[in-house]
């Protein structure tokens, strides 16, 4: 097992500003590709955004322009910067990475966007 340990979650109000990190064991460098999904209530899980080893970015398209994900390979820690916050965002956000053909998660930290 990998632990992934996200924090930063909370409530945030639409328009405003959240980060998310995710501390991983190691170096962000092990990962192929690493990244965050999230899950709204009786929703699917769902990609929000991904970085690979290249250094290659990948959005969902709900959130391009809004949100900014990033690794930080010396602190082992992965961050989801989301700005112009939606209530459509409000989900459980889970911290991923894969190691070739093994998937890891984190246990979930929620985020809510409320006034």
């Known amino acids: 097992q990998v632990p992934l340990v996200e924090s930063g979650g909370g409530l945030g109000q639409p328009g405003g500003s959240l980060r998310l990190s995710c501390a991983v064991p190691?170096?962000?460098?092990?990962?192929?590709?690493i990244g965050w999904y999230r899950q709204a209530p009786g929703k699917e899980r769902e990609l929000v955004a991904t970085?690979?080893?290249?250094?290659?970015?990948n959005y969902a398209d709900s959130v391009k322009g809004r949100f900014t994900v990033s690794k930080d390979n010396a602190k082992s820690t992965i961050y989801l910067q989301m700005n112009a916050l939606k209530r459509e965002d409000t989900a459980v956000y889970y911290c991923?990475?894969?190691?070739?053909?093994?998937?890891?998660w984190g246990q979930g930290t929620q985020v809510t966007v409320s006034s």
């Open positions: 991923y990475g894969r190691i070739w053909n093994s998937h890891y």
């Open positions: 190691g170096s962000t460098a092990s990962f192929n590709d």
């Open positions: 970085i690979n080893s290249s250094g290659r970015t």
